[in-house]
């Protein structure tokens, strides 16, 4: 069928595909953010309870606008989500509204263990529906198993009723199979939807036909406008529309009416009355869904999509297997749900591919050990972590009473008017930077004492960060606060946080301009230790800037994955 978004081959089809049916790391520490609103309500209002798990990458059929022939690089297993880890996120999404899951792939039933999948799904508590999106190639040998573990929907995606014609398409055999695993699950108590993408030239003078395969068999066809992206094979003329469409079906079929639509519903439903099945249209060119959209999507690389055509993405993988904690995860789930835009953007448009948390932020979080030793410094007398012969030493907190300690930082981030326009429509191709460099300053917080060599290292009770673009001064302002109950204070951790926030949008918004300044990091405020603190006045302006500097050689500059040096 087709491939994940997150992959960078395959995009395309991916897209076409989905609209047919439509850590173990460190120890997790608690932690704590406030949401002004529900995990999965963006600020439209929109209440996602709807979420797409893709369990792989792989397929069984080659279709002409999906894939090459011989197929596509698969992305490593390692780097693909486990059984484990997406049952992991399952649960925590239910928990936070999600009531239906669909699984889709690539080709969901090439997993061996699909069945084993629908069946744990479904003992999830409060979730209501478990459905899989397929091409029904193997599906007469596997649905009978799947209705027993639970499933209770499925879409079968199918765009000819013409078998040389399929063969063409899918550059595969199968038809056949294809139309018995439709009428095995009719007359298994289903009502598959069958979902077929609508191309000029192709299969347009089908859509009739199409029609008349409802009348003795309750299904329910999907048209789907084509969507020509620019980089797609086919020329943007392919596309049908929904009222082409339809004035071909009132030709053959006068009395085709409208049946009434669901508040979340994508597809706009007919039916000729005295046929058992009915149709429907996807009007994804001409009259787009988004203001009722409730879908969210995980790739099989386990990367958080809120919007399908968005070409922003958050590894909920990296997060998982980095140590973050549940509610950390929340954190990073609404972040990416509230900045949901009102709809996707204009057509055509090109499939990038995704963002990581990587570059500098995954360096510094991936180290486990600093070595210290034979480190020299020169003794004043009065430094705490300085022995009288000049060695570094840790500062014994042992004899010191346990409190609640809290401090908060801030730094500024200098962008310039270009790159501030770009974060702010969310346009940045390695993703979305606000929340990207939020989380990487809450897994970094919780990482001090390893790249902060003499640091203790502290169960914190809370770290919650902000990131917010100021578009008077084209500035990003990063704030922390970290809390935590211990005998030591967290000043370090809230440094920590929004320094590697800073960096990460640095590293993220590097490839549009290197002219980026890092400024203002600085100790706002600290409590619960021997001695408070609270600043009152902003430091001089010559003290507070820290410019990153790099000179890349010209081969360099062609390759993102030299990053810049601070200087």
């Not at 480190?375 to 430094?383: A, I, K």
């Not at 300044?517 to 603190?533: H, N």
Request: glycine fraction near 6%; charge should be positive.
């Amino acid at each position: 069928m087709f491939r994940p978004l997150g992959s960078r081959l395959g995009a395309v089809g991916y897209i076409q595909r989905s609209c047919r049916s439509l850590f173990v790391g460190a120890p997790p520490v608690a932690s704590e953010t406030v949401r002004e609103v529900p995990t999965l309500t963006d600020t439209f209002g929109r209440n996602h309870t709807y979420l797409r798990i893709s369990l792989t990458e792989r397929c069984n059929l080659r279709c002409q606008y999906c894939m090459p022939e011989e197929g596509v690089q698969l992305t490593r297993r390692e780097e693909l989500l486990s059984t484990e880890e997406m049952f992991k996120l399952a649960e925590l999404f239910v928990r936070e509204g999600v009531r239906k899951i669909r699984l889709t792939g690539g080709e969901p039933t090439v997993r061996k263990d699909i069945v084993d999948i629908v069946g744990g799904l479904k003992k999830i508590p409060q979730l209501e529906s478990v459905s899989i999106t397929t091409n029904a190639l193997i599906l007469t040998r596997i649905l009978v198993p799947l209705q027993r573990a639970g499933l209770d929907g499925l879409n079968i995606s199918l765009d000819s009723l013409i078998p040389g014609k399929f063969e063409r398409i899918t550059r595969r055999k199968g038809f056949e199979r294809v139309i018995a695993g439709i009428d095995l699950a009719i007359q298994l108590g289903y009502r598959p939807k069958v979902n077929c993408v609508v191309m000029k030239g192709l299969n347009e003078e089908e859509i009739v036909d199409f029609v008349a395969f409802t009348q003795d068999r309750n299904v329910d066809v999907r048209f789907i406008e084509y969507m020509p992206f620019t980089g797609n094979k086919w020329e943007t003329d392919k596309m049908v529309s929904f009222r082409d469409m339809m004035t071909r079906i009132k030709e053959k079929f006068p009395d085709f009416h409208a049946l009434p639509n669901g508040p979340n519903d994508t597809s706009k439903a007919f039916k000729v009355p005295t046929f058992a099945g009915q149709v429907g249209f996807i009007t994804s060119m001409t009259e787009h869904f988004c203001g009722t959209c409730n879908r969210l999507r995980i790739t099989a690389d386990g990367n958080l999509k809120v919007c399908l055509f968005g070409n922003t993405e958050i590894s909920l993988r990296d997060a998982l297997r980095g140590g973050c904690s549940e509610s950390d995860l929340i954190a990073m789930i609404s972040a990416a749900v509230n900045r949901k835009k009102k709809q996707h953007a204009d057509f055509p448009m090109a499939p990038r591919g995704a963002p990581q948390l990587d570059g500098m932020v995954r360096d510094l979080l991936a180290v486990q050990r600093v070595n210290v030793h034979g480190l020299r410094f020169m003794s004043t007398g009065s430094l705490s972590h300085v022995t009288p012969e000049g060695k570094a030493k840790m500062v014994d907190v042992s004899g010191k009473n346990v409190s609640q300690r809290e401090a908060r930082a801030r730094a500024v981030v200098a962008v310039g008017p270009q790159i501030a326009h770009l974060i702010r429509s969310n346009e940045i191709r390695k993703g979305d930077v606000l929340s990207v460099s939020k989380i990487a300053a809450i897994l970094a917080s919780k990482r001090t004492s390893e790249i902060i060599p003499l640091c203790h290292n502290i169960p914190l009770s809370l770290v919650d960060v902000t990131t917010k673009l100021n578009t008077q001064t084209n500035e990003v302002i990063v704030e922390s606060l970290v809390r935590c109950d211990g005998k030591t204070g967290v000043e370090m951790e809230a440094l920590t946080a929004v320094t590697v926030a800073a960096l990460t949008i640095y590293d993220m918004c590097k490839a549009v301009s290197h002219d980026i300044v890092i400024r203002d990091v600085m100790l706002v405020a600290k409590s619960g230790g021997k001695s408070d603190f609270a600043r009152r006045e902003e430091p001089k302006e010559e003290l507070k800037t820290i410019t990153l500097k790099y000179n890349r050689s010209p081969a360099e500059e062609k390759d993102e994955r030299f990053y810049p040096t601070p200087i």
